[in-house]
């Protein structure tokens, strides 16, 4: 339990890290981070499984074409989330990034709703129904919606959802969509190198070192969480999860000077509290059992 904790936190305090990551790369495009990181968590995955000798995967997924459509739509979902993130860092939307992972426990209980038909509870219902309306007065005041917020938690939601009915583990999974991403990734670096337009080749040596590190970057966070997520409830993994979007608000308003107050502020409380109902919700229906036990 206690490493379970240490593993999922360390996961999400490195997620709620990455403004830092990504604006120490603020001299290279959006799509060129996106691609090397593509790339070179690729590397660091075959490095993977080739110690654990875990392979046997592969056959699986050439056996069901099914697995592998899959893992396409997952694949494609990832890269636009991580595409929209590295841009809205690197253009000062740091804060309205971090609203989308706010907003993705409730899209996803929302989608969760719509598309696998699951129950929702009063309170769960009162929680969409509050975030729904902290969106519409962003929307109001901003004059249109949170577009980054909403398109970071449709497609992490989507995403959640495709591997939430995956046929492969954690690892197995990333390595997929990593494999699948890979050609597409390798032949855009590709182009780009012919045209003498590839950052890597241009960059400084701490430029060249931070894009080979968005290998460990892309998969190690992802690794910890599912370590962890198999060895705590889903009670205490939800409320971890928003670790990693209050450091990176903190960071857009604190060390990036986004503004954030006002108006904007009272959109965010109404989403907070809808946060805050949604998970006493959560954890009074995993502590009743105890309760009555006792």
């Given at each position: 339990m206690h490493i379970g904790i240490l593993y999922a936190a360390t996961a999400y305090i490195l997620w709620g890290l990455f403004p830092i990551y990504f604006?120490?790369?603020?001299?290279?495009?959006?799509?060129?981070?996106?691609?090397?990181?593509v790339v070179w968590a690729f590397v660091l995955l075959l490095i993977v499984l080739a110690a654990r000798r875990q392979w046997s995967w592969i056959a699986r997924v050439s056996r069901q074409p099914r697995i592998l459509w899959g893992f396409a739509a997952s694949a494609s979902l990832l890269s636009v989330n991580w595409y929209i993130y590295i841009w809205s860092v690197n253009n000062?939307?740091?804060v309205d990034a971090s609203l989308?992972?706010?907003?993705?426990?409730?899209?996803?209980?929302l989608l969760g709703f719509l598309l696998l038909h699951e129950r929702l509870r009063p309170t769960q219902w009162a929680?969409?129904?509050?975030?729904?309306?902290?969106?519409?007065?962003l929307t109001v005041q901003a004059g249109h919606p949170?577009?980054?917020?909403?398109?970071l938690a449709l497609s992490f939601g989507f995403y959640g959802l495709l591997r939430k009915t995956a046929a492969l583990g954690a690892l197995e999974g990333l390595s997929l969509e990593t494999f699948?991403?890979?050609p597409i990734a390798l032949g855009y670096v590709a182009w780009l190198s012919l045209h003498d337009e590839n950052a890597f080749s241009h960059a400084t040596l701490n430029c060249k070192f931070l894009l080979i590190a968005a290998g460990p970057i892309t998969a190690v966070p992802l690794l910890l969480f599912a370590a962890g997520a198999r060895r705590i409830p889903m009670s205490t993994l939800g409320l971890l999860q928003y670790l990693a979007p209050s450091l990176q608000l903190l960071l857009g308003v604190w060390l990036y000077d986004e503004p954030f107050g006002g108006q904007r502020l009272i959109g965010y409380a109404v989403i907070w509290s809808a946060l805050a109902l949604y998970s006493l919700d959560g954890l009074w229906r995993a502590w009743r059992p105890a309760l009555a036990r006792d």
């Amino acid at each position: 339990m206690h490493i379970g904790i240490l593993y999922a936190a360390t996961a999400y305090i490195l997620w709620g890290l990455f403004p830092i990551y990504f604006k120490a790369l603020q001299n290279v495009s959006s799509v060129q981070i996106l691609w090397h990181r593509v790339v070179w968590a690729f590397v660091l995955l075959l490095i993977v499984l080739a110690a654990r000798r875990q392979w046997s995967w592969i056959a699986r997924v050439s056996r069901q074409p099914r697995i592998l459509w899959g893992f396409a739509a997952s694949a494609s979902l990832l890269s636009v989330n991580w595409y929209i993130y590295i841009w809205s860092v690197n253009n000062a939307h740091v804060v309205d990034a971090s609203l989308g992972y706010f907003m993705n426990p409730l899209v996803s209980v929302l989608l969760g709703f719509l598309l696998l038909h699951e129950r929702l509870r009063p309170t769960q219902w009162a929680s969409v129904a509050l975030a729904g309306a902290g969106v519409a007065w962003l929307t109001v005041q901003a004059g249109h919606p949170p577009w980054i917020g909403l398109a970071l938690a449709l497609s992490f939601g989507f995403y959640g959802l495709l591997r939430k009915t995956a046929a492969l583990g954690a690892l197995e999974g990333l390595s997929l969509e990593t494999f699948l991403l890979f050609p597409i990734a390798l032949g855009y670096v590709a182009w780009l190198s012919l045209h003498d337009e590839n950052a890597f080749s241009h960059a400084t040596l701490n430029c060249k070192f931070l894009l080979i590190a968005a290998g460990p970057i892309t998969a190690v966070p992802l690794l910890l969480f599912a370590a962890g997520a198999r060895r705590i409830p889903m009670s205490t993994l939800g409320l971890l999860q928003y670790l990693a979007p209050s450091l990176q608000l903190l960071l857009g308003v604190w060390l990036y000077d986004e503004p954030f107050g006002g108006q904007r502020l009272i959109g965010y409380a109404v989403i907070w509290s809808a946060l805050a109902l949604y998970s006493l919700d959560g954890l009074w229906r995993a502590w009743r059992p105890a309760l009555a036990r006792d």
